[in-house]
């Protein structure tokens, strides 16, 4: 099993920066993805950035060219630095990872944190 908590979220104006954070514990060793999500009210849950062993990414369209997702060397934190923020950013971020463990694919997701992109 492995448990996932975020961190950095908060209230940033349009044209501003801000970096996430998303500390993984347990059995980190099985992951072999590490990626972002966020979600809007009244919206669904949509992909933002996604990191693979690899070292391939890929990331939505809407935020291209000013998100980055990382991780450290040890795979346990990975991090989204969110620049150019604009209003239509604001959501619910929620780190997720994916691992095999005996054979089985798992999903596992944080508790999210919200960031506001507001003057």
């Known amino acids: 099993q492995v448990q996932l908590v975020e961190s950095g979220g908060g209230l940033v104006q349009p044209g501003g920066s801000l970096n996430l954070s998303c500390a993984a514990s347990?059995?980190?060793?099985?992951?072999?993805?590490r990626s972002w999500y966020r979600q809007a009210p009244g919206k669904q849950r949509d992909l933002v950035a996604v990191?693979?062993?690899?070292?391939?990414?890929n990331y939505a369209d809407s935020v291209k060219g000013r998100f980055t997702i990382s991780t450290d060397g040890a795979w346990k934190t990975a991090s989204l630095q969110m620049s150019s923020l604009k209003p239509e950013d604001t959501a619910v971020y929620y780190c997720?990872?994916?691992?095999?463990?005996?054979?089985?694919?798992?999903?596992?997701w944080g508790q999210g944190t919200q960031v506001i992109v507001s003057s």
């Open positions: 997720a990872a994916q691992g095999v463990i005996g054979g089985a694919i798992q999903n596992y």
């Open positions: 347990g059995s980190t060793s099985s992951l072999y993805a």
């Open positions: 990191l693979r062993r690899s070292g391939s990414t």
